[in-house]
């Protein structure tokens, strides 16, 4: 009846993820019991869950990406300790455990926070600065967010009832097949990311469909910000990426549940075409998680320097040209696994070329920079961070993309220093940017700057004394992963790294803060001018937050940094402007199907995770029925009459025009 | 299509070329539907691809089991690629018959197309339980794995056409040919037609080669 679900699942002997579900699951049923209690219910059904709006469904995304980074990040925590008191000893920590930790760590930071953090940015911006109303497919882009819930809510189920894989981030056969590990961890691993992996693939579409289609009039390729050319970049390699994924967890799960033998020892099955597969996404991967960070801080720069992008075409050709390179990079992943020679010096080369690129963006930022009259607000603080941290990233980059250092260096300490070098220093820093640049654009409210800063030294300083003795660790011959270890030298700088990650934490707990605060004095920190930052892209150009429709008119383009030009013409017309005729605009209508779906897929997921198969079928008929029910409605939009669009668009203008002719007579 | 080439104003045009393209804002729906379901396409077929490259990559760890070319029946898969290929062109009339709103051959072609659809799963079914039977399941060896998944993916993919085309009849039945009805079927042909060309590598690669060898 209910597959290989019974009481064992839940782990009773083990106290740390039973306190943790326990601690989660009380938080989760006083927030719901808060919520109907309240009355929020109705709110949130209508306003937030059904909602096709791209801005609320970016908003959840970066809502969702939060929450899991603390779960992520107090997976790091219990590693950092572990290593930090495991010399000559058990630690803590049983190594089933701690084997589960660390591939649930690289999971959840991966795919469940830099992913979602970034998709919801690009979902929140990239609409508003094309000057449209909405995304390409707004139902999709609501299904393609439950979706990845799902995927999140899968993982963190695995906490309490049954096991996470043990098998690190990218479940590696012979390991993850069914002889070596044949618990329910790894099927819990393929069918959180399977899922969630189909939501992306949906954002990839959507977005890119919305640039490719959907620029208001005037908007020419070459006109477009910086941050919608990285979106469109990172989200065609989204399309061409992740269904390599999904075919390679398909294989994994044909294996594991028919028998196959894609990946197996025996009968003819060939473990090295998983890494070539997986290889394949996960290098582009990394890219689709950086380009969109490397177009925020283009905007970021720019803005507060106060101006326009230094290079903007070279920037264009740079951000297509590591679209190409990323896939041509996916060997310098097991250069250490007998390729030969001749490939790995090709593979080496491709590695090394894509740091060209790179290079250009870095010095395309300072030169932005440079004569600028550059304001330090928090945004910007994030952004010349990652300059920083993220050329010392690329460097050690570098040097592992030498085969012969890294046969030296391959799967050592140092490597784990390298990649958190460039995913904190460049995708987090980066989404931290965006997050404290729009945020006002989102809500309509400033966030407290005294507190951002002090996140920003705090996470600065944390992650320099976190990274930097594993780098020192990995010289000395450290290896990842490891449980416990009685080599005397690693130990002082596992110390120094588990302090370096007290002071990083202290970074989140000001960045919470900052939030508590800033909600706190929102009077205060309104900001009624729509453009807090004196920007110079058309997000700005409408009130925060946007109207639904974003747009009372698609705006007219005449040239690369397209508000910053109105804002200078209108300066030179001394704000004469003629009175529009305001038109009917019709909306997409709200809809629950994205939940709905999410809903039978979470049912489906955890049957076939659990070999139920009435389930299984029950969610997929489930699923279908949504569909169609979906196709069915007869009316899958709304008009918001001229008149009203009138009066919200009038407000928005007079409460503008009323503030500037106050700094006009000052 | 979308572009109209507009002489500028200096502004609009940084070089001095004189003629500077002026992006005429978004594009309308049935365009933007289209495009996206394209882009759809393209990442099915790079999921294909990775199924393809399996099976080059397998096609001879047989693990002392059967070859290509002792389980292969070149009459069945040429009795599967005429359905199929018909079911294309069955498949382009009916979405004629829907651009010009004519209900009876709409039905027709879409009829056809599911039957011609159904009798090539039931051979590729007949095929796969035969094999089945006969100790060559996809358990067997690397290679039938690789089989088994590669030809098991276009055949779930076209079980899936069938069952949309059922609902796109079900649709224009109720709603009959409205706008949003009718950019449906254009996705279902795009995709209908993409199976059909998924086929002719499918073909090519594992029955055409694999019978070679």
Known sequence: ?666 | MAMTATVGHAHADPHHIGVVIEHPGPAPKRTVTAYGFWVFLLSDIVMFSCFFAAYAVLVSQTADGPKGSEIFEQRNVAIETVCLLLSSFTCGMASIAADVRNRFWFYLGMAVTCVLGLIFLAIEFKEFADLVARGYGPSRSAFLTAFFSLVGCHGLHVSAGVLWLLTMMAQVFAKGFRADVLRRMMCFALFWHALDIIWVGVFSVVYLLGSGV
Request: proline share 5%; aromatic share 14%.
């Open chain 1, 1 to 666: 009846m209910l597959g290989k679900l019974d009481w064992s699942a839940i782990p009773f002997d083990q106290p740390i993820p039973l306190i943790a579900g326990g601690v989660v699951l009380v938080g989760i049923l006083a927030v719901l019991i808060w919520v109907v209690v309240k009355g929020h219910l109705p709110y949130l059904w209508h306003e937030w869950i059904t909602s096709v709006d791209h801005k609320r469904i970016g908003v959840m995304y970066i809502l969702l990406a939060s929450v899991m980074l603390l779960r992520g990040g107090s997976d790091a925590i219990m590693m950092r300790i572990q290593q930090a008191i495991a010399y000559q000893s058990q630690g803590y920590l049983p190594p089933e455990h701690y084997n589960q930790i660390f591939s649930a760590h690289g999971t959840i930071m991966i795919f469940f926070v830099a992913m979602p953090f970034v998709i919801g940015l690009m979902n929140l911006v990239v609409p508003l600065q094309l000057g449209v109303r909405d995304v390409a497919f707004p139902t999709l882009n609501s299904v393609g967010f439950w979706l990845t819930a799902t995927g999140a809510l899968l993982v963190n189920l695995s906490l309490v009832i049954g096991e996470f894989a043990r098998t690190g981030w990218l479940a590696f056969p012979p390991l993850s097949e069914l002889s070596y590990s044949p618990g329910v961890g790894v099927d819990y691993y393929a069918w959180s990311l399977q899922i969630s992996g189909v939501g992306t693939l949906v954002a990839g579409i959507n977005l890119v469909t919305t640039v490719l289609k959907l620029r208001t009039k005037g908007m020419n390729y070459l006109r477009m910000p910086m941050f919608c050319w990285t979106t469109l970049a990172s989200n065609l390699l989204i399309v061409a990426a992740f269904p390599i994924l999904t075919a390679t967890l398909a294989m994994l799960l044909l294996d594991r549940y028919l028998g196959f033998h894609f990946f197996t020892n025996e009968a003819g099955g060939n473990v090295m075409m998983f890494m070539n597969l997986i290889w394949a996404w996960g290098h582009p991967e990394v890219y689709i998680l950086v380009l969109p960070a490397f177009g925020i801080f283009s905007e970021v720069v720019s803005t507060f320097s106060g101006k326009a992008l230094f290079g903007y075409r070279s920037m264009v050709l740079a951000t297509m040209a590591i679209c190409v390179i990323s896939f041509m990079v996916w060997l310098h992943h097991f250069f250490t696994m007998g390729a030969g020679p001749d490939v790995n010096a090709i593979f080496g080369i491709a590695s090394m070329i894509i740091a060209v690129p790179t290079g250009v963006k870095i010095y395309n930022w300072l030169f932005t920079m440079y004569g600028g009259r550059i304001r330090f607000a928090t945004p910007m603080l994030w952004a010349v961070g990652f300059m920083v941290t993220f050329i010392i990233g690329g460097l050690t980059g570098v040097l592992v993309a030498v085969p012969p250092a890294d046969f030296m260096l391959h799967n050592s300490m140092f490597l784990v220093a390298h990649f958190h070098n460039v995913i904190i220093g460049g995708v987090l820093f980066g989404a931290f940017a965006g997050f404290e640049y729009w945020f006002p654009k989102a809500f309509g409210f400033r966030l407290d700057e005294r507190w951002g800063k002090m996140a920003f030294w705090f996470t600065f300083t944390g992650f320099y004394v976190t990274f930097v003795p594993l780098y020192v660790a990995g010289m000395l011959g450290m290896t990842r992963r490891l449980q416990h270890y009685n080599v005397a030298e690693w130990r002082p700088w596992m110390i120094v790294a588990a302090i370096g990650m007290a002071v990083l934490s202290i970074g989140v707990i000001c960045q919470i803060m900052q939030l508590v605060v800033s909600i706190r004095n929102r009077e205060a920190l309104r900001d009624r001018t729509g453009d807090p930052w004196d920007g110079r892209s058309l997000e700005w150009a409408t009130s925060s937050p946007p109207p639904v429709f974003n747009f009372a008119f698609h705006p007219d383009v005449r040239g690369e940094d397209a508000y910053w030009d109105m804002k200078i013409h209108a300066q030179q017309q001394s704000l004469e402007h003629d009175v529009p005729e305001y038109q009917d605009i019709e909306m997409p209508r709200n809809s629950p199907t994205g939940f709905v779906c999410a809903f039978f897929a979470t049912i489906m997921g955890f049957a076939l995770i659990w070999h139920i198969w009435w389930m299984v079928i029950l969610g997929g008929i489930g699923a279908f029925a949504t569909f169609v029910v979906f196709a069915w409605r007869d009316h899958d939009e709304y008009v918001i009459p001229a008149a009203e669009v009138a009066a919200i668009d009038r407000v928005n203008l007079e409460e503008r025009r009323s503030l500037v002719s106050l700094a006009g007579a000052i």
